[in-house]
């Protein structure tokens, strides 16, 4: 008898990828002989990523709508009509039992035209904004997932299942000691250590806030490698830029470590006592899992201003530190008085550190991915 396949889509962010990956860990948990393929967009951080997680993967020749340039949307058409007929062949060729999407520009087409192919599709939605795509396909799919109460405002309420949001449960490590995730990154164990993390693909504006602090560029701001240590995620689009520029300051390297993409989160995580982070919903949902202290820095360029709303809730828990950026013409940037502050005031202050993680750990449900797996796999017996 042939392995049953399932099909993922997802990719773009780490914020679609992640999820992806734990439903598709908790599927071969509950039937190992399941076939899993992802699907993604040719050239997205996702066609590299889901390899180094053991999953196949195929890239759709697809783009999404660049809403401020019309030159960057010429191709779209074209991409579109394409990525349709890929669709068409892979799930006529693979077959598949159902088809889960968790957001990414590959993710519409498949979706699309498996449930024009009277397949099981299902969305998993982690924001309480949902964007257009899957305002759009709602009406198609079998079921929706999400993370939020009231989207009956944006999806037909008889198809929403609400599970929360899938956590990477590997994040969370028992068998590794502080000093060993210390010295993984080579810094020092008795020291404040910040990990900043500007989303899976970086953050220009919060790269460009942390190297002018340990550069003593701000010279208002008191904080300096002297103070603390950094683990540093600059994303791939700005690794070589602050490399190049570290290497010819007077910046003491030894309280600083510097990547272009982590790999090993679980350790970074363990090894920080803040985290410096945007907010998006798999970001702040994964900070709350740990418990950890976090300084919330919200994207002002994203769809909705949904990662605003993000940070607002946990800031209304008393479950973060937000810190705002502009990106109007009268002040544009990250308020780095503030952001000083506040890591000053949590490097102080263990029990307000302590207090936040705990009120940030009780927010969420974290059991998603197994209740999403036990819920489509009611769905794959009965097919």
Known sequence: MSKKTIIISCGGTGGHIFPGTEIARSLLEKDPSLNILFIGALGKMEMKRIPNEGFSIIGLWIQGIHRNSILKNIFFPFKLIISLIQAICILLYMKPV???????????????????LRMKTYIQEQNCLPGLTNKILAKYVSKIFVAYNQMEKFFPEHKILNFGNPVRKFLKTNSVSHKESIEFFGLKENMFTILVVGGSLGSTSINSLIFDIINRVDLNCELDLNDCQWIWQTGELDFDKYQFQLNKSNINSTNLSVHKFINRMDLAYHASDVVVSRSGAIAICEISYLAKHSILIPSPYVADNHQEINAQYLESQKACIKILERSNPNFKGIDRKSFCSAVIDLKTDKSKRDKIGQKANKLFKYNASKEI???IYSDIENK
Do not use: D, K, M, Q
């Open 373 to 375: 797996v036990n819920e």
């Open 98 to 116: 159902l088809v889960i999407r968790t957001g990414g520009f590959a993710s519409g087409p498949i979706l699309f035209i498996a449930s024009c």
